[in-house]
């Protein structure tokens, strides 16, 4: 009888929560000045359960897929074309360029405009994400006048270096990976589809050493651009937009990163075998999307893993039905 008589149960909740407004109140007020030199210390001390032991292997496996990744992107975009928007960061992959009205023009002033197609550099294909270099975790935050003063270097350099693994001088200027010229006449076709299996094994193994490292090592990112903090901590640097398409200047909203932040997938619309040489505007509808990377190892004639099926419409129609 209790359990269905809701008017008792109301009661009791509103009970509660007077007795422990009562409590609360009746409670002296928190003197921050006594609690701040125990928060501070806590801090410092938080520093000594880093590096986590456990994880200095995969942060040692995540920089090694890095590497594999640049190099194996970069011989493959000389035997498999890639196109990038002249105006805006659109990516194709593909013998040419899609006419998707998609071109938003530089610097937003235009919209749903057809593309302007050029050959695509690396950047285009594995977005740079970059960082400062702290001393260690535990030091201040950083000032906007000492903006200045810290080295940038790749967002997954310093959560990897964070993790317990060194870096030499290279990986601290952000040239640490040796780009591999290859001739595309002198790569035969099995060559070529283990680059690309072992490209889409490195992009995998980075995606995912990275969400794992994201659980133990704090990162931030600023929720109205694309900065990207490592640390427990955001810095105080004014340059929210300086690195995008904003013209203001001011202090970054900083929320919790995740693998997207550090690992951009660059999502661009996939081709499919029995797709038109060209995609067109009107049948946007039908076409799936990919990123780039698998979208260049598909290519090279990978089989995909089945989690890419539905965002690529891999046995969906390119045409409407004809009733």
Known sequence: MILKNKGYWNAAVTEGFVRLSRLYSSNSKIDFKKLKPMILKRINDRSKDYP?????????????????????????????????????????????????????????????????????????????????????MSQDIIRHDQRFDFDRIPAIAELCWQAGVSLDDETLKGKDVEIIDTSADSLSKSKVWEIANGTLNAWEVLRTGVQKLLM???????????????????????????????????????????????????????????DPPVLLDERRDFYGHAPVVVDICSKAGIHLPKKYFCMMKVRGVSVPFQS
């Open 52 to 136: 986590v032991k456990a994880m200095i292997p995969l942060a040692r496996e995540v920089l090694e897929a890095r590497a594999l990744l640049i190099q194996g992107v970069s011989i493959l975009m000389q035997v498999i074309p890639v196109w990038a928007c002249k105006f805006c960061p659109e990516v194709h992959v593909g013998p040419q360029g899609h006419s998707i009205k998609t071109c938003w023009g530089c610097r937003h002033r235009a919209k749903n405009q057809v593309h302007e197609w050029i050959p695509s550099k690396l950047n285009d294909i594995i977005v740079p994400v970059e960082t400062y270099h702290l001393q260690n």
């Open 216 to 274: 133990v090592y704090p990162a931030r990112v600023c929720s109205h651009c694309s900065e990207v903090h490592v640390g427990p901590s955001g810095h105080k640097a004014r340059m929210c937009g300086v690195f995008a398409y904003e013209s203001w200047r001011g202090p970054h909203f900083w929320k919790r990163a995740v693998v997207d932040d550090l690992v951009p997938p660059k999502i661009s619309w996939s081709r499919r075998d029995h």
